[in-house]
């Protein structure tokens, strides 16, 4: 009894040039990863320069002095850096240990949940050079840079669909 048989035909050079493209298809999305680290670092640095959270809201104005909001002396705006990336996700962090504060805001109440007073005097410290001095505690509150948990705000979504498009799409010509 003869054996079944199945013929191809068609460009096999093609066929074998996507194959070695698609063997290279981790680092491709390795680099997927670092471009949408670096996409990240410059949505927040939007974010600081239309003085918003990544949702759009308007960062809570100053209290305490004039100018940027944020940008006293640009050292937390430049801080933002690429930690880790891979094709699994990225991770950016920003080099101030203040950044969760403002991230998260502070509230009234220190790290053991107590309201936070002055110990050693009547007020906890100057607001300015001119001599006033705090009474009380009314926490900063939050300006985020980030996004917090939940859903992607839509326009950093669009910006990470474009950097990915972009990169598979040079890629794969």
């Known amino acids: 009894m003869p054996r079944p048989s199945i013929s191809f035909t068609g460009d096999f050079a093609k066929l074998n040039k996507w194959l070695k493209k698609l063997e290279r298809a981790p680092e491709v999305l390795d680099l ?17 320069e239309s003085e918003t959270d990544p949702y759009g809201n308007p960062w809570a104005p100053l209290k305490l002095r ?4 944020l940008s006293d002396k640009g050292g937390l705006r430049s801080s ?8 699994r996700g990225f991770e950016v962090a920003s080099g101030k240990l203040y950044a969760k504060w403002h991230q998260g805001g502070t509230g009234i109440y220190g790290p053991r949940k ?4 002055p110990k ?16 009380s505690v009314k926490g900063t509150p939050k300006r985020r840079m980030v996004p917090s948990r939940g859903p992607l705000p839509a326009a950093w979504r669009r910006r990470y669909v474009e ?6 799409t040079e890629y794969f010509r």
């Open 114 to 117: 107590q309201r936070i007073v």
């Open 66 to 69: 004039t100018g940027r909001i």
């Open 163 to 168: 950097t990915a498009q972009e990169v598979l």
């Open 32 to 48: 997927v990863g670092k471009q949408l680290a670096e996409e990240t670092i410059e949505l927040i640095r939007d974010g600081f």
């Open 120 to 135: 050693r005097s009547r007020a906890l410290g100057p607001i300015n050079p001119g001599g006033l001095f705090f009474r």
């Open 80 to 87: 933002w850096h690429q930690v880790s990336s891979s094709r």
